[in-house]
């Protein structure tokens, strides 16, 4: 068995201290519940004894739904939203009224700590801002040269030690490092980074997880591929079509446009690349050269850059603890996730450009996309089983899924 690990510090990108809520000045509120904002027990009592006596036990008794449903999974209630698609706590300005009128401790953990996400690994404990905001955005967008991490020390009580199933596992630190490495190399395209980590991941699945110094071994190969100057020419011998790109993506939109918070969205991607036949009520077709003229302003609106992009990747990466190393099946399985976003927040992105090109718009974009994948593990999680059902979730197929 692996020796324990003991974690001593805690880990954050160095624009962590930076975020600031932009409140009333953001274009969608994280308070304008279009997605679920689901709390424990603890939370929900909290509420309902801070409005006792308020002008808010009325917006509470609303406001607030129990989830029976969930309570094996620690969600003991959500808040619901009023005919107009907001919490019932948010006030025309854009503020929350149980915070102007109770203070900052009557609100649930999630309020309060949105789009922070405090957690611990076998690497550290881990300090994440969520892309699902504005503000984080905006911070990706001021990181030209990228992201860097900065780690401190723990207080010595605040020391956790874990017991690790694998020699893999125990070296998380190691592997999610040369993850952000790989989608860091800016001598790789975005869709050529994905896809080296992607066919390391299969060598590594075949590998004896048991062995020790598997790990050692598998990360020594990847750093010489990665900076081999041959492998961005053999990365590009994998498939692309752009057709069936924008059709997955397409059908991402379409389940996006069911849900009546998102129907304007996306019923906005999914009109700017398909065109319908004037011969049938019902025919589309996906354009692709309108597509790729779309694609061509997003590019001018990032100035021909991929920064942005890989700030975006990476914080995502962070975020979501990846990869998973709980089995060589479930390392994959959280590969086709990682395509699955990164092909959609591209997608996303480039239709955006059809209503209007600008920063602003491609916030409101990707916040609403984060929201819809990276907030909905059920919705994520739906997406990944249906290519392994369908034969898809191949290395084949996750280039043409990051690849449009």
Same mark, same amino acid.
């Given at each position: 068995m692996p020796k324990n690990v003991i974690v001593r510090t805690a880990l954050m990108p160095l624009y962590y201290k930076d975020f600031h809520c932009l409140m009333g000045a953001c274009q969608d509120n994280c308070c304008d519940v279009g997605w679920e904002i689901s709390f424990s027990k603890k939370d929900y009592l909290r509420v309902k004894r801070a409005v006792q006596g308020t002008e808010l036990e009325e917006a509470a008794v609303q406001g607030m739904r129990r989830l029976r449903e969930r309570e094996h999974d620690g969600m003991y209630a959500?808040?619901?939203?009023? +005919?107009?698609?907001? $919490?019932?706590?948010?006030?025309?300005?854009?503020? $929350?009224?149980?915070?102007?009128?109770?203070?900052?401790?009557?609100?649930?953990?999630?309020?309060?700590?949105?789009?922070?996400?405090?957690?611990?690994?076998?690497?550290?404990?881990?300090?994440?801002?969520? @892309?699902? $905001?504005?503000?984080?955005?905006?911070?990706?967008?001021?990181?030209?040269?990228?992201?860097?991490?900065?780690?401190?020390?723990?207080?010595?009580?605040?020391?956790?030690?874990?017991?690790p199933d694998t020699p893999v596992t125990a070296q998380f630190a190691d592997i999610r490092s040369f993850c952000i490495d790989i989608l860091q190399e800016r001598s790789l395209t975005m869709p050529q980074r994905l896809l080296l980590t992607g066919f390391l991941f299969q060598q590594f699945q075949s590998a004896d997880w048991q062995t020790e110094g598997v790990v050692n071994t598998w990360l020594s190969q990847g750093k010489r591929l990665l900076h081999n100057p041959a492998v961005a020419s053999e990365l590009d011998r994998l498939p692309q079509d752009h057709q069936m790109f924008i059709s997955n993506n397409l059908q991402i939109a379409a389940r996006f446009s069911n849900? @009546?918070?998102?129907?304007?969205?996306?019923?906005?991607?999914?009109?700017?690349?398909?065109?319908?036949?004037?011969?049938?009520?019902?025919?589309?077709?996906?354009?692709?050269?309108?597509?790729?003229?779309?694609?061509?302003?997003?590019?001018?609106?990032?100035?021909?850059?991929e920064y942005f992009f890989e700030n975006?990747?990476?914080?995502?990466?962070?975020?979501?603890?990846?990869?998973?190393?709980?089995?060589?099946?479930?390392?994959?399985?959280?590969?086709?996730?990682?395509?699955?976003?990164?092909?959609?927040?591209?997608?996303?992105?480039?239709?955006?450009? +059809?209503?209007?090109?600008?920063?602003?718009?491609?916030?409101? *974009?990707?916040?609403?996309?984060?929201?819809?994948?990276?907030?909905?593990?059920?919705?994520?999680?739906?997406?990944?089983?249906?290519?392994?059902?369908?034969?898809?979730?191949?290395?084949?197929?996750?280039? *043409?899924?990051?690849?449009?």
């Open positions: 959500e808040f619901c939203v009023t +005919d107009q698609g907001r $919490c019932a706590f948010h006030t025309n300005e854009g503020l $929350c009224s149980l915070q102007l009128i109770c203070g900052e401790n009557a609100l649930p953990n999630v309020c309060r700590t949105f789009p922070r996400k405090i957690s611990s690994t076998l690497a550290a404990r881990e300090y994440a801002l969520s @892309p699902a $905001c504005e503000g984080v955005l905006a911070l990706l967008w001021d990181l030209p040269e990228g992201i860097d991490f900065v780690e401190e020390p723990l207080d010595r009580k605040d020391w956790v030690v874990y017991k849900r @009546p918070a998102n129907k304007e969205l996306g019923e906005e991607l999914l009109a700017a690349v398909t065109e319908k036949d004037p011969e049938a009520d019902f025919q589309v077709t996906v354009s692709v050269p309108r597509y790729k003229e779309l694609e061509y302003k997003l590019e001018e609106l990032l100035g021909h850059s975006l990747m990476v914080s995502t990466v962070f975020l979501k603890k990846f990869p998973n190393l709980i089995s060589p099946e479930e390392l994959w399985k959280d590969y086709v996730r990682l395509c699955n976003t990164y092909s959609f927040f591209r997608f996303a992105a480039v239709c955006g450009c +059809d209503k209007e090109v600008s920063r602003e718009r491609l916030f409101y *974009i990707l916040v609403a996309a984060s929201r819809a994948l990276l907030h909905n593990s059920a919705n994520l999680n739906e997406l990944q089983d249906e290519l392994f059902q369908n034969d898809s979730a191949t290395l084949a197929h996750m280039a *043409i899924l990051v690849g449009g």
